[in-house]
């Protein structure tokens, strides 16, 4: 069974510009999660599907960024505009059951 | 506001000793709590977890216990092995069955280190 997949592995983009995160979840997982480490400290939660509807988005910073799921499958996680403080590692997760999600191995994102 | 805390940034021990390391929460709707480990340049892996019902819950080498009481979790690891060597971050959880739930909560991760 493939694990989840994240695209790209590191982005480096200047302050303004927009950035799109990939995630492909475990097939057959209908939860999904974004979740964000910022400079080595704990790992944030961000959002959470279940299968293509926005279950929770109640750690979603602000309106600069948009994450969707389309069919249930994929998910994106749009960054516009970018923003200094935006810069850490985003992990993507998928589960059957809520508790035991598995990871994805996370985008490195650097704004300057 | 930190509702899981890992006080101990990191952690040295020598192989084939037990390692502990610990994790407080502040928030009593918490009921089911995980650890996962974590190496460089890859996600977190899920190692273990319990729920609020019980006080211990084994797996091999590692033994998650849950003192409710006292907010308070730990893992051992007996033996530990040069491989365990990793950032652990304990997690919670709460509200099974309600939108939250699946929402995991993390502490800001322990350094473990396993000397040969």
């Known amino acids: 069974e493939a694990g989840v997949t994240q695209f790209p592995s590191h982005s480096v983009i200047e302050k303004g510009q927009t950035v799109t995160l990939r995630c492909d979840p475990i097939?057959?997982?209908?939860?999904l999660y974004w979740y964000r480490r910022v400079m080595g400290k704990e790992i944030k939660f961000l959002l959470h599907f279940v299968k293509e509807s926005k279950q929770d988005e109640s750690g979603m910073p602000n309106n600069r960024f948009l994450a969707e799921r389309t069919g249930g499958t994929y998910s994106t996680l749009k960054v516009q505009p970018a923003e200094l403080e935006d810069s850490g590692v985003y992990f993507c997760a998928s589960s059957r059951q809520r508790y035991e999600q598995y990871f994805g191995p996370g985008t490195r994102l650097t704004v300057t | 506001d930190q509702q899981v805390k890992q006080n101990s940034p990191s952690l040295s021990v020598q192989e084939g000793r037990i390692s502990i390391l610990n994790c407080d929460y502040t928030?009593?709707?918490?009921?089911?709590f995980l650890w996962y480990k974590k190496y460089p340049a890859e996600g977190p892996t899920f190692l273990i977890s319990?729920?609020?019902?019980?006080d211990k819950n084994e797996d091999g080498r590692f033994t998650v216990f849950l003192n409710k009481s006292a907010k308070h979790l730990s893992l051992h690891i007996v033996p530990s092995q040069p491989g365990d060597s990793a950032v652990y971050f304990c997690a919670a959880t709460y509200g099974a069955g309600g939108t939250s739930y699946g929402k995991l909560t993390f502490g800001q991760g322990t350094i473990l280190t396993v000397h040969p």
């Open positions: 928030n009593s709707m918490f009921d089911y």
């Open positions: 319990i729920s609020s019902i019980k």
């Open positions: 097939s057959g997982h209908d939860n």
